[in-house]
């Protein structure tokens, strides 16, 4: 695939990161982020102390929001995060914190 494609096709990443990333400002530094980087979706917390969120953009912007979720703010312990590209017709006009 050629830069350009990369830069227009758009991409609708669910992500769930593991760690100790909640209480250290996780998701309003991931909403920073993917402000800066232009991705849209949303970011929260889950019962089991892992956060998940839905990303959506350009594919070169996703993938360095992933990159950027693999280590999180400077507070937050990330020990694992998986992903994977959902088919969706939704398109989010912002990224939030839920």
Known sequence: ?????L?????TYYVR???AVQG???RHATVRQAHALGIRGWVANLEDGS???MLQGPANQVDR????LRHGPPA???TEVTHEERISEK???RFEQH
């Open 76 to 78: 937050a312990r990330v």
């Open 7 to 11: 830069d227009s096709r758009m991409e």
């Open 51 to 53: 956060v998940e969120a």
């Open 65 to 68: 929001m992933l990159s950027w």
């Open 17 to 19: 990161v593991r760690g």
């Open 24 to 26: 250290v400002g996780f």
């Open 1 to 5: 695939m050629s830069g350009t494609d």
């Open 91 to 93: 398109r989010y006009e």
